[in-house]
């Protein structure tokens, strides 16, 4: 188990893990710098050209032990260029790599930069100075692996780093490699063609041509080899975050398509697309989760799971493994979601581990077994993740993830592989031959997948119940019982209750805003605080509205529980489960905040930010653009339609009252009534509109409850919708900022420069690179985030439907069941209104 | 359709229901079980009503319109029967309270149920049903101008009759009526008076509690209406799946709320054409009896003050005053058996009347509510049915 080696690993030797990252910046300052001074020609517009290679580079070292692809980046290298191109690699390597890393065990890099988390420090920097370590000697050369390990304290982590960064590429490349001549010779031998014969083409324009190996060399695995799908998912994550970042994003892919084979050109782009989207995204999501869990309270160690710290971390992969094999089982996408993205976060966090055990398990297949063809490889793909969910949890989860797709023959016949395994066979198929409707079922595929998350979060069930007043006079508060039924391994017990009082609520919501939003995520929120129902029943007025002020919060919150455990992501957050889970809870403080009006005024202010910043940031998409658009419409209209219901209840209301009134006349008609038989007659027609009244109430609660509450709900989902959007144009501004900083830096940079102070020029190169990392993390953050309000915008609308769809039909169940109920009263009356002489 | 073939088939107060107990060749030529007010044309502030009428000869109808008026001028002459013995004891079928139509507020306040609507029909029944009673009745079915506001091209009541004769007197022994309230010569009379009291005060309330029910049923069909047009709104073209399908579920909503709509309307108009309309009549002829009962008191207090005033009569005068008692004697008594076998009919017609209500009510509900649950399950059954994926188990 090298991951749990690894995990161990990191905390003896801090400190020398810190000066090799020191050193790794230093080559890419280094790097940074030469490319600023000589090589204006790389610098095709500005700062990003730096981050424009990276890409590129990754590519081309992962590329460099498979032969075939070694060799033109060698020409290349050995054309003028090569000095400035091999410390481009360096730092290319470095920085992808550490972002990978970072990011998934811990943090995104820019923490990792400017605010090492204590705790982690270690792991942190363990994990992303040995990936620089063994990157730039990868880099380098071969050779330097020597060097890397003499550095490395622990020789098997830095083995396993090694091992990461030469066999990890040779792997898949060699996969690759392997698969494409078998599979479908003539087709992805030319893709490779293309691929080794651009570079040299290309080079001469720069570091575009420096990204098309490694692009191109996305696109022909991606339609060539049925592992294509995990080989761009792979790249992507050390490839697209950059190359995005280079501002111009477009080019590489620009640069790949018009070189390659045109059948191709549309697809390459799309599946790496999706697979970035998706699964990257979620591994980042997640390894928001892992930090937001480390840096909750040492308190949880002792309290809560310890499940609960190691999960997220993706260290404990052996515990994972375990959960995810019982997961596995009740097939709850969650978990082994969650396991694939905190093992993801995991395996990524060990890079050298996932990977390298991919390299040391799939030898056997790849490298033994010289004619592979797709099936092998899928097969050998699979068996890593199954591996993986037996108890290799080291097992790149990413991988695992990616190739879910593409396992053919999967030994587990669980639902999930059942669904990929499907896809793989056509994707495959269709590979083969025209591989144009690869992107299709791709995304088809992930929008099954997709589904059977959400159908599957049906596994935690919670009930808030029993709402009780606590204490007296203002000082009184609401407690609620709230119960959870669930199958989930993560947590203790099948079914366990706790009390909550209304605060509680707020509070989780507080906390989950506050790690969840900023990445993008909509969190639900709790109903508001109303101070007006609260007085009324801390007044102790016990008349019908107090009571149903009570129940429609009960319900509310009920509602807001079951969002928030529905959320695969926010269903991990440790505050979660200990407010689940725990007996008790600290007092949630600071909620006020919160309360009616306040918390209206908040939503407001945030809409107010995101429409003042969408006319500053020229959007780049115009989904979103589109999107917010239509959110701000459905705000208006669910407004509108809550109105609508609500005086329709108000009606039905007052029809249950006057229904009372009416029969309480017919009572009275009835006894002053001569004719026996009438008044008989009479007396019984008050008893049915008395039973009438009460139908007519139920309606009422009935349509409350279907209409007004769920759309009352959805304004403040809306709401929270928005708010995502406006975390994601916070992350757009604070690139932006970063952005032109660096161009600041840059001029000033340039001033010393001609200036001729080198004492300063020093602290100038320093500066320019943070901010370099700073842009490179915060166009990291902002895709991030940016695909994370696309995939929980989708999630929103899904839920939405089902939601609506559910509440109808509980609602036309009401009233069919109201209509039976008055056919039932009308027939036991008609006898009588006929016996009247 | 409903109501046309309610009306033919048993029309509130038909005669079959109130004939009394002689038997008199009916002078009029029409059947009076046919007579039916239509519609009600609407020209500017004046309603006109189509009143048709099957001819008792055979084959044929009369149609006349005939407007307000024209009703009103045939109660003044009811009321003003010369020849008729005893007519002060006749409990006059009531006509419905003027329709105004300048102020609809107002319009709910005076006509109570038969305003409900936005059409004239439940009022149009209502004075269907009140020539029904006029031409069922075996003293007033005898009026030459009965026959003529029935079958006559031209309207009748274009010229002003002296008004209010009734209401007139009503108004000037006002302060009689407390006093000869609590005693009477005559128990029967007594006990219904006090009968009548209350049941007014009561079939009042009920009436009016009634229509606050019909009412509420009238907005939540408007505000159902009104979700649903909403809910259309929400409707967006878009390629979006996702947008798409929640457009397709506000377009199944609102499909929903229309058809909840509908249910609610039928469910309102049910209300007012049966028990509505029954309650109405009740309410107003327990005025009528009312008046009538008044009348007769008023007579007996004629009487008493006619017995008096012969008491105390000086002999010159004595035959003369005792002249006026036995005529307001002979006036009393008269009225007084008129009065007594207009009760006992209005009692059976009442009830008989009432029960037709119910019956006809509690039939309509099931009809309505049968139909509606028909329509919600076949909904509900679509909403199912076409749904991608497994039911999210609830």
Known sequence: MATSSERTSPPPFPDSEDQDLAECEGVGDRVSDEDGDGDDLFLSASGPTMSDMDPALPTTITNAPSEVLFEPPLDLMSSPILETETKPAAAAVVKPLVEAVVETVAEPVAELVEEPLDEFDDLVDLSSDVPSVQATSAAAAESPLVEVEAETPSEEACEDFVDLSGSDSDSSQEETLLEVPADSAAASSDPQDVSTALPPGDVATGSAAHEQPGALLEVDIGQASANGEKQPLSEDLFFDPLANLADAGPPPTAAVKQPAPPPQQQQPQQPPLDLFEDDPNDLFGESRHAKSAKQQPSSLFGEVDEDIFGEPLGAPAAKKAGNMASREQRETTVGTKTSGLGGGGAGFGDVGGPLNNNYEKEPADIFSEEAVTIAPTAAAASSSRTNGVHGAAEEGDIFAEATVELSLDSPRADRKKNTTAAKPSTSATTLSSAATDLSKTHSASLEELEEEEQEDNFDVNISVTNPEKIGDGMNAYMAYKVSTQTTLAMFRTKTFTVRRRFSDFLGLYEKLTEKHAPNGFIVPPPPEKSIMGMTKVKVGKEDSSSGEFVERRRAALERYLQRVVCHPSLLQDPDVREFLEKEELPRAVGTQALSGAGFLKMLNKATDAVSKMTIKMNESDVWFEEKLQEVEAADQQFRKLHGMVESLVVHRKELSLNTACFSKSVAMLGSSEDNTALSRALSQLAEVEDKMEQLHQEQASCDSFSFAELIADYIRLLGSVRGSFDHRMKAWQRWQDAQTMLQKKRESEAKLLWANKPDKLQQAKDDIAEWEAKVTQYEGDFDRVSSTVRKEVVRFEKEKVKNFKRQIIKYLETQLKAQQQLIKYWDAFLPEAKAIA | MME??????????????????????????????????????????????IIVSQKLSGTGEYHVDRTYEDFDWLQQHLFSLEDV????????????????????????????????????????????????????????????????????????????????????????????????????????????????????????????????????????????????????LCVEAGDDPGQETFSKMCVKISEIMESMKKNVQKVAENDVTTLGLGLDLECRYQEAEKEMLFRRTCKLVELETASRNAERAKPLKKAAMDEIKKAAEKDFEQVSVVAKQEVARFQRARVAVLRQALVRWCELQILTATSSAEQWDQQLLAFRGPARGPEPSS
């Open chain 2, 4 to 49: 046309e073939e309610e009306a033919e088939e048993s029309p509130p107060l038909s005669p079959s229901v109130i004939e009394g107990t002689e038997e008199v060749t009916p002078p009029l030529s029409v059947s009076p079980s046919t007579i039916r007010v239509t519609e009600a044309a609407q020209d500017g502030e004046l309603l006109t009503f």
């Open chain 2, 85 to 232: 013995p005893g007519i002060q004891g006749i409990i006059f079928p009531p006509l419905p309270a003027r329709a105004q139509q300048n102020a609809p507020v107002k319009l709910v306040r005076q006509l109570g149920l038969l305003a409900t609507g936005e059409t004239w029909t439940p009022y149009c029944r209502a004075l269907g049903a009140y020539l029904q009673q006029v031409a069922g009745h075996s003293l007033l079915s005898r009026t030459q101008h009965l026959e003529t506001f029935l079958t006559s091209p031209e309207p009748p009541g274009r010229q002003k009759v002296k008004k209010g004769l009734f209401n007139r007197l009503s108004q000037a022994v006002e302060g009689i009526r407390k006093d000869s309230h609590t005693k009477d010569v005559d128990d029967f009379f007594r006990t219904e008076r006090e009968h009548n009291l209350s049941l007014t005060g009561l079939s009042r309330a009920a009436a009016e509690r009634f229509l606050e029910v019909v009412q509420t049923e009238q907005k939540i069909a408007v505000a159902c209406g009104h979700f649903a047009a909403s809910l259309q």
